[in-house]
């Protein structure tokens, strides 16, 4: 297959692609009603539950990915400065741990506040 076939595969590829995105989405959205209207419930008064730690979540994962990030620099330029080229996976896997310590905390503060909350009601 030359370039100019590729071309043309690709773009009818994405836009069926983005096509069958967009009718799925529609199809569960509409489905999701149907099943909401067969259980009783009234689809309009319906709305999402509110989220109050989620910008709590986001900081400490972006916090902790950061930290993961910048000990990585420092570990490679210090630590293994014999070969730069072959400590790709210091990277990711610092940012990977320090990301989920940030989301463990997330969920310790969160757990910590409702149970706090819980106990000020009763």
């Known amino acids: 297959m030359d370039t100019g076939n590729l071309g043309i595969m690709a773009g009818i590829i994405i836009s069926l692609g983005l096509f069958a995105m967009i ?6 959205h509409k489905r999701e009603k149907m099943a909401m209207v067969e259980r009783g419930m009234d689809p309009r008064s319906y709305k999402a539950q509110p989220a109050p730690y989620q910008n709590l979540k986001w900081g400490l ?17 210090t630590v293994f400065t014999s070969n730069h080229n072959e400590n790709e996976a ?29 106990n000020k009601t009763e």
Do not use: M, Q
């Open 61 to 77: 994962l972006l916090i902790g990915a950061g930290l993961g990030l910048f000990l990585a620099y420092l570990l490679d330029n």
């Open 23 to 28: 009718f799925g989405i529609f199809y569960l």
């Open 90 to 118: 210091i990277y990711f896997g610092l940012i990977a741990i320090f990301g989920g310590l940030g989301l463990v905390l997330s969920y310790r503060i969160e757990k910590k506040e409702l149970y706090n909350d819980n």
